[in-house]
């Protein structure tokens, strides 16, 4: 008889499975170092993975300082846009004709060129904290609210049918069935959100702003150094994927039934 | 469990170009175990909708006492055709979801189920998620968040039918000596004849498109009945086959 708690996620076996990626990854910057050493390239042009790193690690108070703005920038805007998208999709979900009245609205949000808003943003907002929060706002809620909305469809007739059953009002419905039904679904729009959301203040930076990664980046390319914009990318890289890692052990800690059920398809 | 009536009277139900039921007209008294037995598709899981409130019916009558269902609380305790246990709750908390929807805390909703544990062969899988669970483990499950609820009647759709022959044969026995313990009301649904005639007081069929009720059958056997069908018991069966099986040309 299966006594076991829900077993805790192996580190090891994870680390196993990523050996390949690592190993890609490994060869690619050897063979562009390789490369920078053989052909003589001029760092200003091409600068090998060993100078970036090594400026990265020289400019590390400057980089660590822009790199906590776009944090900020990151997390506030995130919240910011992650509260909007709960409201809006519990408010979607009690009183359909809203999704009907809100959602192609949303849709035009999403093809406005990035280009050519965040500069506007910053124009009228100022170089604050203001404009990189909207930013990461608009290019991240209506993915969350699609997944929030689309997650409380995903809900099982019959455990509706139980709920009214047991004389079940709608918001505890909401509660007990809607709402934990959408957890998967929410987690996946936020993997794919976080990654947007820093793009997007980097984005807003970069048309303007005191402090950032994206002002960063936007100086070192001025003075024609290469290898500082591409710490900052190494930066920011590490920064999105440290998010995304976050994301997916949350995910684990707080819904540890669906590797149950991935366990039994298995 | 105070008992309670239960009587339909030519209820009617279509969705959309599908006519359903056509006329079904059916009673449980207090301390029957009454089924509907009928193959699948023809409407039996309508039929409890019809009394759990997820859907409505068309015209016809649902007294309870004598007294329109929509007047009243509905008594029933229901347990769907699938488990519909919420992955996300361990079993404890699957057991405590009436009471919890009921408005009873959570703590005290646990301590009310835990002694349910033992006389369903769930202990020590208190604590487990249904996905940890075997077909007739998560099935006893089910049927212990019915019980929970603590109504007067039980609404059992096909309770076994997504189990093993064998499993399901251990849990009709199952249910039939809780069911001698505890006297309760039950409006058993099922497709699977031996099942109905193991465990009915009274049986009703149901055939046709749209649905009728075709016949009433009284299964006046003693109690508790054996895993070997007794020579009574069998002759019902093959009537019952006999009546199902029939073609329907001189109907039409
Ligand atoms: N909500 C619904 N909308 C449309 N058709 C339905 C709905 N529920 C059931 N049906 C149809 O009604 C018929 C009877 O369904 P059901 O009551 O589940 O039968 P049974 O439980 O006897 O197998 C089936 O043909 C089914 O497809
Ligand atoms: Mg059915």
Redesign the pocket.
């Known amino acids: 008889m299966p006594r076991s708690e829900p077993k805790s996620h192996g580190l090891m076996p994870m680390f196993i499975n990523a050996i390949p990626a690592i190993g890609a990854v490994a060869g690619l910057f050897l063979a562009w170092e390789a490369y920078v050493l053989i052909s003589g390239i001029s760092p200003t042009t091409l600068p090998a993975p060993s100078r970036v790193v090594a400026q990265t690690v020289e400019h590390r108070a400057a980089l660590a300082t822009n790199t906590l703005a776009t944090i900020r920038a990151t997390v506030f805007g995130f919240a910011t846009s992650l509260t909007a998208a709960f409201l809006f999709s519990v408010l979607i979900d009690f009183y359909g004709p809203l999704r009907r009245a809100l959602f192609p609205v949303l849709i035009i949000t999403q093809t406005l060129p990035l280009v050519a808003i965040a500069p506007l943003i910053v124009l009228w907002f100022g170089f604050g904290l203001t404009p990189k929060i909207m930013l990461v706002a608009l290019v991240t809620f209506f993915p969350m609210l699609v997944a929030l909305v689309e997650g409380y469809r995903s809900t099982s007739k019959d455990l509706e049918d139980l709920l009214v059953s047991m004389n079940a009002p709608r918001h505890k419905i909401f509660l007990m069935a809607r709402l934990p039904s959408a957890l998967p679904y929410f987690f996946a729009g936020l993997r794919i959100s976080i990654t947007y959301a820093v793009v997007a203040a980097i984005f807003a930076e970069y048309a303007g702003a005191v402090q950032g990664l994206g002002i960063y980046i936007l100086n070192a390319k001025n003075n024609f150094r290469p290898d500082l914009v591409l710490a900052a990318v190494l930066v920011s890289s590490t920064l999105t994927l440290a998010l995304f890692g976050a994301i997916v052990l949350i995910q684990r800690l707080s819904t540890p039934w669906t590797r149950l059920e991935g366990d039994k398809a298995k | 469990m105070s008992g309670v009536h239960l009587e339909m009277r030519g209820v009617r139900k279509r969705?959309?170009a599908?006519n359903?039921l056509a006329d079904v007209t059916l009673s449980v008294h207090p301390g029957e175990f009454v089924s509907v037995l009928?193959p699948?598709?023809?409407?039996?899981?309508?039929?409890l909708k019809l009394l759990t409130g997820a859907?409505k019916p068309d015209s016809g009558e649902i007294l309870l006492n004598g007294k329109p269902l929509s007047e009243s609380k509905r008594p029933f305790a229901f347990m769907p055709?699938r488990d519909a246990l919420m992955p996300w709750r361990k079993i404890i908390d699957n057991a405590t979801l009436g009471l919890e929807v009921q408005g009873v805390k959570r703590a005290k909703a646990r301590q009310r189920v835990a002694p349910l544990f033992a006389e369903f062969g769930l202990e020590g899988f208190e604590q487990h998620y249904p996905a940890q669970l075997s077909g007739g483990m998560r099935q006893r499950a089910a049927l212990m968040r019915t019980i929970a609820q603590d109504k007067a009647m039980l609404l059992l759709?096909e309770p076994f039918g997504a189990l093993d022959a064998l499993t399901r044969t251990q849990m009709q026995h199952w249910l039939q000596s809780m069911r001698e313990k505890h006297g309760w009301t039950v409006l058993l649904?099922t497709h699977d004849v031996r099942e109905a005639v193991l465990l009915s007081d009274r049986i009703y069929l149901l055939t046709g498109r749209p649905a009728r009720m075709k016949q009433e059958i009284s299964v006046p056997l003693p109690r508790p009945r054996g895993s070997v069908p007794s020579p009574e018991a069998s002759a019902i069966e093959s009537d019952i086959l006999k009546t199902l099986l029939q073609p329907k040309a001189h109907k039409a």
């Open positions: 969705f959309d599908l359903v009928g699948s598709g023809t409407g039996k899981s309508t039929i859907l055709q759709d649904i």
